[in-house]
């Protein structure tokens, strides 16, 4: 996929047309794929003239990769600060959980988002290897970082990896798994309320989980001690 030029809009009427494209580009890519989306019925869909695709991402590469991104709220994920040293632990992973969780507020956009991204994994673009590197990866290096410092380490180690993934398996349940969530216990995402709710009781979840693999630490050394 190649990259153009891009413009970032500065009146309200090019804010307004550039949202619209992403709005019909994310229901357009989620139901037909990246490939069998044309320039034109984006164009159509979003109320806007050809040239604006072109003007406001550089391209439908472009549009396809904001698409992807935008509606996640990746640009808050990035500016979080949840492993900012002198946190308690509780409050870190609470913000973590926080910011992961956010886009579940978002309703039917969540749904076409998540479709998008199942789509992308079985007729790739290249899009999901730079989402891992530019927002994925960072937000995983600093959950790590705050492990690390929580459990005294030098550095992480394959523990603390299969920590790290058990923490972010916990909020990922609920993007993977949206319709089974919604068919046996609805009122867990049903409101920004409950979601906030839910970030919290999973922040208080992964403390335990943490404090568990600190005592199984604590032990396996005592017991290397007396051996």
């Known amino acids: 996929m190649t990259k153009g030029l891009a413009h970032v809009p500065a009146r309200a009427d090019g804010i307004e047309a550039r949202q619209r494209l992403v709005r019909a580009g994310l229901r357009l890519f989620a139901s037909k794929g990246f490939e069998k989306t044309s320039i034109r019925a984006l164009a159509q869909a979003a109320k806007v003239n050809v040239a604006s695709i ?48 956010q886009p579940l507020k978002s309703g039917e956009e969540l749904r076409l988002l998540t479709r998008l991204h199942m789509r992308e ?12 590197e530019d927002e994925i990866r960072p937000q995983y290096e600093a959950l790590l970082r705050l492990l690390v410092r929580e459990l005294g380490l030098r550095r992480a180690d394959h523990d603390t990896q299969r920590l790290a993934f058990a923490i972010v398996g916990m909020a990922l349940h609920y993007f993977v798994c949206q319709d089974g969530v919604e068919a046996l216990a609805p009122h867990l995402c049903a409101t920004p309320r409950s979601v906030d709710t839910l970030a919290e009781r999973l922040a208080g979840y992964a403390a335990s989980i943490v404090e568990g693999e600190r005592a199984r630490r604590a032990s396996d050394a005592a017991k290397g001690a007396r051996a």
């Open 54 to 101: 072109s003007y406001y991402f550089g391209d439908k590469a472009g549009l396809y990769r904001a698409v992807f991104t935008e509606p996640m709220g990746s640009e808050a994920l990035l500016a979080s600060d949840f492993d900012r040293a002198g946190l308690p632990l509780r409050e870190a992973l609470h913000r973590f959980f926080a910011q992961f969780l």
């Open 121 to 132: 994994m079985v007729e790739p673009t290249g899009t999901w290897e730079h989402a891992v």
